[in-house]
């Protein structure tokens, strides 16, 4: 390990930086978040330092020495050679640790790749040997730290003391913290609940104090795993799955998003595939109850999005009646999914102003019975979800019903994912379409004019290719 890693306090600390052009700025922002003073070594105040108020002074460049005698570091951002070589010898005399802006050999730190979420901050460093692999650890740090999770730290920092005083033994305490850190307390803070946090956690030390830690139930997490390209993925979604001790999941969710689940955390396939159940709906709800009293973290990940076609409401409604709250986590629909894949836009000034999503599988089987009147209006698109098996009655059903055969449809079938599929043609080819691609599901049917503009240009693409 060439460089070791340490946090500077910043509380009541100075900070001198040298220059004032955009490098100086750019650390001045930086350090600014901290409730450091600073000192800007500069012959003139910039415009941008206005902003920072009374947090930044001018110090004229024949006063650095002064200021440096009581810094706790400084950053040097100067244009030229001379000047940079002038504050870093200066610097130096007065024993004050240096980072300067590209100048490696003239670093006594190095400033890391920062992820800040107020008291917990996290930091990624090579060595300048190649920030861009620093900057993408970071990125993927985002993605595991919860945006309050800061906050989450500072509850914990507020209650350490009361934890402290009410619970004498130090394994017990240790538990404490587990179970209030990872648990519904964590939830609520991370769902900005911060009266509702404080209120849990409070119960939650009452509880510890009293030797009845029994564990809390739930919150079972209902989660939209999008339609398959796990990039799409929502950040909270991720977390929740990496957390979870049982995932119940569908037959759709993709095995990438799969692979993202603990490799000992439980993995039950629940889902149905075109109307196969696996495990019945109220199975599935048993199934969740029992896990969460059991005092399990437990994901429900469906595909797409959990309230588009997904049963969600259902599942909420069996938790609420246990006693168990449920949290839902929106997913990208496949009908956002397929249309972004397709480049084909649901709603399009020129075409459609509004958009309908509908089933075309009955529950008891065949078509439902639908608005066809309705969904056969002009400057609409319609989306159907489970339509591939009836696609030919739903094409008839339209007709009738005044839409004509010549409406452009686009059918997409496992859209975002490595197999996506597309074809276009018109409403009264539909079947013959989906027969020719060999297209089985899942996919989706969008009917109207907006289809018409994925297949021009694809057109294109093809004649440009022959020509
Ligand atoms: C039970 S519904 C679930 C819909 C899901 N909740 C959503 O928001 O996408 C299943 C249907 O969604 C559609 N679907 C789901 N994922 C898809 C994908 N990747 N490509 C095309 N259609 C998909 C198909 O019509 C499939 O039959």
């Not at 004050?96 to 790749?113: G, M, Q």
């Not at 850190?181 to 609520?188: K, M, Q, T």
Request: proline share 5%.
């Amino acid at each position: 390990m060439r460089l070791f890693p340490a946090f500077f306090q910043m509380d009541d600390a100075h900070v001198v930086i040298f220059g004032n052009g955009p490098e100086a700025e750019r650390k001045t922002r930086l350090v600014a978040k901290t409730p450091a003073r600073i000192s800007l070594v500069a012959h003139a105040l910039p415009r941008w330092a206005e902003s920072f108020g009374e947090q930044i002074s001018l110090i004229q460049p024949r006063q650095a020495g002064q200021a440096l005698d009581t810094a706790r570091f400084t950053i040097i951002a100067l244009e030229t050679e001379a000047e940079v070589q002038w504050a870093h010898e200066l610097a130096r005399a007065y024993g004050v640790p240096v980072n300067a802006v590209d100048r490696k050999d003239l670093c006594d730190f190095t400033i890391p790749s920062l992820l800040d979420r107020g008291d917990v901050v996290a930091a990624v460093a090579t060595g300048g040997a190649a920030p861009v692999i620093a900057k993408d650890i970071r990125a993927k740090l985002e993605s595991l730290l919860p945006e309050r999770v800061g906050a989450l730290a500072a509850l914990a920092e507020r209650w350490r003391p009361a934890v402290k005083a009410a619970i004498d033994d130090g394994t017990a305490r240790r538990h404490f913290w587990e179970t209030a850190l990872r648990g519904p307390v964590a939830e609520a803070v991370y769902a900005n609940q911060d009266a509702r946090a404080e209120a849990l956690m409070g119960e939650t030390l009452e509880r510890f104090a009293q030797g009845t830690d029994r564990a809390e139930l739930g919150p079972v997490h209902i989660v939209g795993a999008g339609p398959g390209d796990p990039e799409l993925l929502t950040l909270k979604a991720f977390r929740l799955i990496q957390q979870a001790d049982v995932v119940f999941h569908d037959k759709l969710v993709s095995a990438e998003i799969l692979d993202m689940i603990r490799r000992d955390a439980e993995r039950v396939p629940v889902g149905k595939s075109k109307g196969e159940h696996l495990v019945p709906q109220d199975g599935i709800h048993e199934l969740m109850i029992a896990a969460s009293r059991e005092g399990k973290r437990v994901v429900r990940l469906k595909g797409g999005d959990p309230f588009v076609f997904g049963r969600g409401g259902e599942e909420v409604d069996a938790l609420r009646e246990a006693g168990i709250e449920a949290h839902v986590v929106p997913g990208i629909s496949s009908a956002l999914g397929c249309a972004a894949s397709a480049k084909l836009p649901l709603t399009h000034r020129d075409h459609a102003q509004s958009v309908t999503f509908v089933t075309g599988h009955a529950q008891k089987g065949g078509v439902p019975d639908l608005d066809w009147a309705g969904l056969a209006k002009p400057h609409q698109t319609v989306v159907v979800f489970m339509g591939v098996g009836t696609a030919g009655i739903i094409a008839g059903k339209l007709q009738e019903a005044g839409l004509s055969g010549e409406t452009p449809v686009g059918v997409i079938e496992n859209g975002t994912r490595a197999n996506e599929k597309r074809a276009f043609g018109e409403l009264a080819n539909l079947p013959a379409i989906i027969e020719k691609r060999g297209i089985k599901g899942p996919a989706l049917l969008i009917i109207g004019t907006v289809a018409k503009l994925p297949a021009e240009a694809q057109q294109q693409i093809i004649e440009e290719a022959l020509a």
